[in-house]
């Protein structure tokens, strides 16, 4: 079935049968393009990756967003909500990010501008991966290390960015409102908390690829992939808190490194999958539109 019989198909009454058998067939055309595409671009391995790289990043990254808030967590009152920003950001490794965070707290007086811009180019380690799988999912040329390594360095600083907004934001939990009723903390954790997730997945789909990402298909793949994220989210916390995989048996001391890198790789499988698909609606709805 062609184009332009979809679109007579719509245009003409009493054919609402022939409308959902249309629908049901480009969304299983999509499921199939996805599924395809997602394997050919071996992108579980390239979540593999996300998580190898993630280990190598995670506590850099961690340290130069101390460094950068670091006139924020002067404050005893922002304190317990930058722990709870990093602990559900990070599930796995909670307790491992609250010791850190505790340590660099009493040892940031020794953190200068050439250590923090180190920690800065440590930190990209993971960005630059990832950029080179967006340059393949998007079907865009690859940088040259420098330009890559840039772009990545960039990303971490758009984290601390809306690191440092989301911590601004959180006193807004405690603010009454004119009904005396207050803006609880389901308003950052269901409208703000989603918002800032899908904007940053936007903003890698549309900035780390090498070409022109159409924005719609852009936003498409993000908002997919932050609703999946944020559930999977929930998923793992109530999986290990469940007692069903007690890590620690099997790996000691290490557990907390496994959970981690568990937990990164369903993050990147989540973050390849809404590319994948976002790339699938530009080449259905606008690569071959154009063409036809």
Request: aromatic residues 10%; charged residues 15%; proline residues 4%.
């Amino acid at each position: 079935m062609n184009d332009d019989s979809i679109e007579n198909e719509h245009s003409l009454p009493g054919t609402s049968g022939r409308s959902i058998r249309t629908y049901a067939s480009v969304t299983w055309r999509i499921i199939t393009k996805t599924a395809k595409l997602y394997d050919e671009h071996d992108c579980a391995i390239r979540a593999a990756g996300v998580a190898y790289h993630l280990l190598l990043s995670i506590f850099p990254l961690l340290l130069f967003l101390v460094f950068l808030g670091s006139h924020l967590l002067s404050s005893d009152e922002i304190l317990p909500s930058i722990r709870a920003y990093l602990n559900a950001t990070i599930p796995a490794a909670a307790p491992d990010v609250e010791r850190v965070l505790d340590q660099t707290l009493q040892a940031r007086g020794s953190f200068g501008l050439i250590g923090a811009l180190l920690l800065l180019w440590s930190a990209s380690v993971l960005f630059t991966s990832v950029t080179e799988t967006m340059n393949v999912i998007w079907r865009g040329p690859q940088r040259s290390f420098w330009r890559r390594r840039l772009i990545a360095i960039v990303a971490v600083l758009a984290i601390g960015l809306l690191f440092v907004i989301s911590i601004w934001l959180s006193p807004l939990t405690v603010l009454p409102l004119p009904d005396e009723t207050s803006l609880s903390g389901q308003v950052l954790r269901y409208v703000l908390d989603p918002g800032l997730i899908i904007l940053f997945l936007w903003l890698i789909f549309r900035v780390l690829p090498n070409r022109s990402v159409d924005p719609q298909a852009a936003f498409a793949g993000a908002l997919l992939a932050g609703i999946v994220w944020r559930a999977a989210r929930k998923g793992f916390v109530w999986f290990l808190a469940s007692g069903l995989a007690n890590y620690g048996l099997v790996y000691g001391s290490v557990a907390s490194v496994i959970v981690l890198m568990l937990w990164a790789y369903m993050s990147g499988v989540i973050l390849y999958l809404g590319a994948v698909i976002g790339s699938v609606l530009e080449m259905m709805f606008v690569v071959e539109s154009s063409e036809g």
